[in-house]
């Protein structure tokens, strides 16, 4: 039996997110495969013994979670020449060890870039280490800078020169590279990349009626999604508010505080909070907008969207790296008329709402994916 370990920033159980689906689903392919896999993870998880044979926990202190202590944590960063996330997991190397002991595996991955640092620790405990880039953390801090204004702007651009950095001296070491698109192999350079795309689990078509409702999805404490959720509330949300009398639009995802302030005076904008069952509150909408300004990788809101059978109105950067069964449009003007446009239009909606479940079945299941894997990773290739 191949032995498998998982290097997890995240904890990947239970799946609350877009990491852990992806970190998940390469759990679930290895013991498909016939592989033991233990995780080696920096903050609590519950993994399922179906699934996971060892937790190997190296837990990280606590830190201030507060504005000031955002700031200044970040300040320290920008002197001391460090990306947030790979400071955040730095320092670690004698607690790997020791958690890590006499086991010896096959095959490690590092989820995200921001344990690659790790990357020679590791390789004295496996035969072969890759790396699994959820992102690509310079082009993640790239689209930040042009999202945000000047002095957020010019600390983005110097993380974002910074992880450039870092990923032409890190990434070379690893024997090759997961990455979500086309697009995000073209950016890691000569390194080995296989695309293996992010999935979701098989979700059986809803038969559900449509309500007068549109509807955002996600966590609402990572950034690019705050700024998706107050770009379209100042500019977008209004004229639609006035145009449909009847409309609502439902914030769903964990962490509602985050932007609790966009719906405290408007009792036509829902905040859900974590649902049991995203899929069931996505496939009652008429549409899925995604307004996305910054970001990297590729979207789990737009493959759910897809799998529920509601159409999606998305920026280009949210759709980057999908193929485009969905509306595209990209400024404020345009991202409203989109949105009126398939409202007004029934034959349209269900013609894109035909389109993206089309795509989720070919290409954006747990199976689809794993046949990726078998055919285009040899590296990975442990049957």
């Not at 985050?258 to 909408?285: F, K, W, Y």
Request: hydrophobic share 45%; charged share 20%.
């Amino acid at each position: 039996m191949k032995q498998v370990l998982l290097v997890c920033p995240e904890a990947p159980y239970p799946i609350l997110g877009g990491g852990a689906q992806r970190i998940a689903s390469l759990i679930e392919y290895f013991v498909a495969r016939g592989c033991a896999v233990d995780i080696l993870t920096f903050v609590p998880c519950t993994a399922p013994s179906a699934f996971v044979r060892d937790v190997l926990l190296v837990p990280l202190p606590a830190n201030g979670r507060s504005l000031p202590a955002r700031l200044w944590r970040n300040a320290g960063r920008l002197v001391r020449g460090v990306p947030p996330l790979i400071d955040r997991l730095a320092g670690f190397e004698a607690s790997v060890r020791g958690v890590i002991g006499p086991r010896r595996y096959d095959i490690a991955i590092l989820e995200h870039f921001w344990v690659a640092p790790y990357v020679d620790v590791i390789r004295d405990f496996a035969e072969r280490v890759w790396c699994d880039l959820h992102n690509i953390e310079s082009r993640f801090f790239h689209t930040m800078a042009g999202a945000s204004g000047p002095s957020a702007a010019w600390a983005h651009l110097r993380f974002a020169r910074l992880s450039e950095k870092l990923e032409a001296e890190l990434l070379p070491r690893f024997d090759g590279c997961l990455v979500c698109s086309e697009s995000d192999a073209r950016l890691v350079g000569s390194v080995e990349a296989v695309v293996y795309p992010n999935t979701i689990g098989w979700h059986e078509r809803a038969e559900t009626d449509k309500t007068e409702c549109i509807v955002f999805s996600g966590n609402m404490e990572y950034h690019p999604n705050q700024q998706a959720v107050r770009w379209f509330h100042m500019n977008i949300w209004p004229k639609l508010r006035s145009r449909f009398p009847a409309l609502r639009w439902r914030l769903v995802g964990m962490n509602p505080d985050a932007v609790r302030n966009v719906a405290a005076t408007d009792s036509r904008i829902e905040l859900t909070g974590a649902v049991p069952d995203a899929m069931a509150e996505i496939a009652t909408a008429r549409l899925s907008v995604v307004p996305l300004l910054a970001g990297s990788g590729t979207r789990i809101k737009i493959l759910e969207a897809w799998a529920a059978g509601t159409a999606v109105v998305s920026t280009t950067l949210g759709a980057e790296g999908l193929p485009e069964s969905l509306r595209i449009a990209d400024g404020a003007a345009a991202f409203e008329r989109a949105v009126v446009e398939l409202l007004n239009d029934p034959a349209e909606r269900r013609r894109l709402e035909e389109a993206g479940r089309n795509t989720y079945e070919k290409y954006y299941h747990r199976q689809a994916g794993w046949a990726i894997l078998d055919a285009k990773g040899p590296g990975l290739h442990l049957k």
